[in-house]
């Protein structure tokens, strides 16, 4: 780098994938895998590379870009914010957090709101707040009950939550109070509520697990099952939230609501922001000093998920999504009857699993040559995650894509 001249926004809009590759092997820790693609500007369902061939994205940032790249309403609110006030971190009242949170209480079951910057630390606030909660009330329950193939980040505690022991190897010790169960499974659920337990933490869907859709009554009962033992329900909506399967949250599904939820990815449309909701009475376990973030729900992140709610709740928007997602799942079915290498499609709205017999890196890097983002959910499962403006068109050119990728598969 030949000195601060290289750092000006028009110098680093001019590299090309060679330029930014060498850079990132310098000077990155390699904990990715990346692929050779730098895309350096999108609008809508494109993504634009740094040598301008256009990309149709269907994995959204990994359920992050829900409104489509650089959704006007966004970056309205992102420039005016910028112009007015970046940060001024949680010593003092912030408009945009507080307005946030209003809408936020307005739409879901909670009364009460923190912030942070990302799905981990939603969870670690979620871990922290049960643990604090039960203390609190003189009847310590500090065990926490997640699932086999969950996934709830890479944070300590979070990574911990997470019942997948490949990501916890070599970082033992880890943090005590954590047992895990067959998801979907609720006589395993019944049989770990010992009295020690104060929380169970599931996700509606299970994301990063491949896509796990559990079954209709599961999680009725789960909540019946921790209403009858006293014991917390946590649900991790940072993948499923925010529309992502049909309705603003995954839970109302169900016909249940939690105890306390995580959001992140979807929320500020790309601009880091986490949050944790619950209710009223389990806010009680949190008092000054017990928590907190510097940057957590700053004015420009604020703003930018002010402005992302406030589209995603426009009459009509997220029906229209989720009638668009289940126009996609019947198509992937019927490539299902046609492609013997296709085991499952599992959807709810625009949160799309196809199970394939092998793993799926090929199948990715065929589609990306087709012009086509879509990524992994573990070794085998083919995953989807458009933004939720996604038309039936652009579902038909995919499936077509698909379709020819999976004849030489
Ligand atoms: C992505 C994800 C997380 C972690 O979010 P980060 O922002 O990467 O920390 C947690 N839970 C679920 C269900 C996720 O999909």
Same mark, same amino acid.
């Given at each position: 780098?030949?000195?601060?001249?290289?750092?000006t !926004?028009?110098?680093?809009?001019?590299?090309?994938?060679?330029?930014?590759?060498? &850079?990132n092997?310098?000077?990155?820790? =390699?904990? +990715?895998?990346?692929?050779?693609l730098? /895309?350096?500007?999108?609008?809508?369902?494109?993504l634009?590379d740094a040598?301008?061939r256009?990309?149709?994205?269907? /994995?959204?940032?990994i359920?992050?870009?829900?409104l489509?790249?650089?959704?006007?309403?966004?970056?309205?609110?992102?420039? !005016?914010?910028? !112009? #007015?006030?970046v940060?001024?971190?949680n010593l003092?009242f912030? =408009?945009a957090?507080?307005?946030?949170?209003k809408?936020?209480?307005?739409?879901? *079951?909670a009364d009460k709101?923190? /912030?942070?910057?990302?799905?981990?630390?939603a969870?670690?606030?979620?871990?922290?707040? @049960?643990?604090? +909660?039960?203390?609190?009330?003189?009847?310590?329950?500090?065990?926490?009950?997640?699932?086999?193939?969950?996934?709830h980040g890479r944070?300590?505690?979070a990574?911990?939550?997470?019942?997948?022991?490949?990501l916890?190897?070599?970082?033992?010790?880890l943090?005590?109070?954590f047992? +895990?169960?067959?998801?979907?499974? @609720?006589?395993?659920?019944?049989?770990?509520? %010992?009295?020690?337990?104060?929380?169970?933490?599931?996700?509606?869907?299970q $994301?990063?697990?491949?896509? #796990?859709v559990?079954?209709?009554? +599961? /999680?009725?009962?789960?909540?019946?099952?921790?209403?009858?033992?006293?014991?917390?329900?946590?649900?991790?909506?940072?993948?499923?939230?925010?529309?992502?399967?049909?309705t &603003?949250?995954?839970?109302? !599904?169900?016909?249940?609501?939690?105890?306390?939820?995580?959001?992140?990815?979807?929320?500020?449309?790309?601009v880091?922001i986490?949050?944790?909701?619950c209710?009223?009475?389990?806010a009680s376990? *949190?008092s @000054?000093?017990?928590?907190?973030?510097t940057?957590?729900?700053n004015? &420009?992140?604020?703003?930018a998920?002010?402005?992302?709610?406030? %589209?995603?709740?426009?009459? $009509?928007?997220?029906?229209?999504?989720?009638?668009?997602g289940?126009?996609?799942?019947a198509?992937l079915?019927?490539?299902?009857?046609?492609?013997?290498?296709i085991?499952?499609?599992?959807?709810?709205?625009?949160?799309?699993?196809?199970?394939? %017999?092998?793993?799926?890196?090929?199948? @990715?890097?065929a589609?990306?040559d087709?012009?086509?983002?879509?990524?992994p959910?573990?070794?085998?499962? &083919?995953?989807?995650?458009?933004?939720?403006?996604v038309t039936g068109?652009?579902? =038909?050119?995919v499936v077509?894509?698909l379709d020819?990728?999976?004849?030489?598969f």
């Open positions: 780098m030949k000195g601060a001249d290289m750092a !926004q028009s110098e680093v809009s001019r590299m090309s994938t060679a330029d930014i590759h060498a &850079l092997k310098a000077h990155v820790i =390699d904990t +990715y895998g990346k692929r050779k730098a /895309f350096v500007r999108g609008k809508g369902m494109s634009w040598e301008g256009e990309y149709l994205d269907f /994995f959204a940032g359920a992050v870009v829900g489509g790249h650089c959704h006007p309403a966004v970056t309205e609110a992102i420039q !005016q914010q910028a !112009q #007015r006030l940060h001024v971190s003092y912030i =408009d957090q507080v307005v946030l949170a809408m936020l209480c307005e739409h879901s *079951f709101w923190f /912030f942070c910057n990302s799905g981990a630390e969870i670690e606030a979620a871990i922290k707040l @049960v643990r604090r +909660y039960w203390w609190q009330k003189g009847t310590p329950k500090p065990t926490i009950v997640t699932a086999h193939d969950s996934f944070t300590s505690g990574m911990k939550a997470t019942g997948q022991p490949k916890h190897e070599g970082f033992e010790p943090l005590e109070g047992k +895990y169960v067959d998801f979907d499974d @609720v006589n395993a659920l019944e049989e770990a509520l %010992t009295p020690d337990v104060g929380a169970v933490l599931l996700e509606p869907v $994301g990063e697990g491949g896509v #796990r559990p079954s209709a009554s +599961y /999680f009725s009962e789960v909540r019946n099952l921790c209403d009858a033992r006293d014991v917390l329900l946590v649900l991790d909506e940072v993948q499923t939230g925010l529309g992502r399967t049909g &603003l949250f995954a839970h109302t !599904q169900y016909g249940i609501a939690p105890d306390i939820m995580a959001l992140a990815k979807g929320l500020g449309n790309g880091p986490g949050a944790m909701g209710t009223e009475e389990v376990g *949190f @000054v000093g017990s928590h907190a973030s940057f957590g729900g004015p &420009l992140s604020s703003a998920a002010v402005a992302t709610l406030r %589209t995603l709740l426009e009459p $009509g928007f997220i029906e229209g999504a989720a009638a668009v289940d126009r996609f799942a198509a079915n019927d490539l299902k009857s046609k492609h013997s290498s085991v499952e499609v599992r959807a709810r709205g625009l949160m799309i699993g196809v199970e394939m %017999t092998k793993a799926v890196s090929p199948l @990715v890097d589609m990306l087709a012009g086509i983002i879509c990524g959910a573990g070794a085998k499962v &083919l995953r989807f995650l458009p933004p939720l403006i068109g652009q579902v =038909d050119r077509s894509a020819d990728a999976l004849s030489t």
